[in-house]
């Protein structure tokens, strides 16, 4: 299995600033030949499913604000926030689906400062 | 619109089965592509996966789980069902069934439509 190792577990961040979320996959998730990362990130709020927001590593599921990036390739990939609004407040994760069975990150959660 | 919906039971004893039932609506899942998967959640934990169904019937399971679970589908009815065989209470968390991305003809294997979830207790 590839394991998916997110940091840090937790952050607080002030409004209006840049949050920044880590993920590390054991083994890359490069498809190289059609230069695809298969690497997703989701948000879940207290009491809701996670929704997704990123896929194919940087890619913005509709609806997602611009402010939501994903970046990295291989096997070191970022989440960020860049100008952090209540409504952000959540706990992120993040999955590799280059390989079954899926696996997620621990988590981070993102709180405000 | 697309919705997903859990259901089955709220408690359990250890070494019971637990048969969940995701019934969903808007897409059918023998339409080419299709795949549903079940995904876990233990209380203030990480989410799990643990099963997944594509239209044609092929199957994925977790690697931990699999001599445990079943993932079946009934096409007619709208239906996939889990069934995780000796529950524990290790067991103990939120369920959530989910409908597979497809973009730009490209199967991502990330959820994008989930349900609700169901909470399962295992206690004796």
């Known amino acids: 299995d590839i394991v998916v190792t997110q940091s840090p577990d937790s952050l607080a961040v002030s409004l209006g600033e840049r949050a920044t979320i880590s993920c590390k996959s054991s083994q890359s998730v490069l498809d190289a030949t059609h230069k695809k990362n298969y690497f997703a990130w989701y948000q879940q709020k207290p009491g809701q499913p996670p929704t997704l927001l990123i896929y194919?590593?940087?890619t913005r599921e509709s609806g997602v604000p611009d402010r939501f990036s994903g970046s990295g390739s291989g096997t070191d990939f970022t989440l960020t926030i860049s100008c952090l609004q209540a409504e952000d407040v959540a706990v992120y994760y993040c999955q590799q689906y280059y390989s079954f069975p899926l696996t997620f990150g621990g988590g981070t959660t993102v709180e405000i400062k | 619109q697309i919705t997903l919906k859990e259901s089955g039971p709220t408690l359990l004893k250890p070494t019971q089965t637990l048969t969940l039932t995701c019934t969903f609506s808007?897409?059918?899942?023998?339409?080419?592509?299709?795949?549903v998967g079940w995904i876990r959640q233990p209380p203030g934990k990480a989410l799990e996966f643990l099963a997944q169904i594509y239209w044609n019937d092929d199957k994925r399971y977790s690697s931990s789980l699999k001599n445990r679970l079943t993932i079946t589908k009934d096409t007619s009815k709208k239906q996939v069902v889990l069934r995780m065989t000796n529950m524990d209470p290790v067991d103990t968390a939120t369920y959530y069934c989910a409908l597979r991305k497809i973009a730009d003809g490209w199967y991502v294997e990330a959820y994008y439509i989930w349900g609700h979830g169901t909470v399962v207790t295992v206690s004796s």
């Open positions: 808007g897409f059918s899942l023998s339409t080419t592509g299709m795949a």
């Open positions: 194919w590593a940087s």
